[in-house]
């Protein structure tokens, strides 16, 4: 069974960088489309970044496009976030998902691999 394990949420200021990290491991933890998601207290859970398998096409939410970049290292099994320009709003646990296929896609339901998340604030 495939586990996804996130890290390298944490607090920085408006205008900052951080940058998550999704661990993929067990067995099938190859040739899946993977993808993050964040939720924020009292807001359903929001797509932000998927990419496909092996790489070649990426979709970002228009919240964050220009802002952040996701990549994979097919090698490592770890799908990464760069957040840089960060903006109050993006404050939110963000989720690490899998889907049971290599296209990529944008919505939660497409999804059927989710990490535990990890929390990101952004202070102004």
């Known amino acids: 069974q495939v586990q996804l394990v996130e890290s390298g949420g944490g607090l920085v200021q408006a205008g900052g960088s951080l940058r998550l990290s999704c661990q993929l491991s067990?067995?099938?933890?190859?040739?899946?489309?993977m993808g993050w998601f964040r939720q924020s207290p009292g807001n359903s859970r929001e797509f932000v970044a998927a990419?496909?398998?092996?790489?070649?096409?990426?979709v970002y939410s228009s919240s964050v496009k220009g802002r952040f970049t996701i990549s994979r290292d097919n090698v490592a099994h770890t799908v990464d976030l760069q957040m840089d320009n960060l903006k109050p709003e993006d404050t939110a646990v963000y989720y690490c998902?899998?889907?049971?296929?290599?296209?990529?896609?944008?919505?939660?339901?497409?999804?059927?691999?989710w990490g535990q998340g990890t929390q990101v604030t952004v202070s102004s």
């Open positions: 998902a899998g889907r049971a296929s290599q296209a990529v896609a944008d919505k939660a339901a497409d999804f059927v691999l």
């Open positions: 990419m496909s398998w092996p790489g070649r096409r990426t």
């Open positions: 067990g067995v099938g933890a190859t040739s899946l489309a």
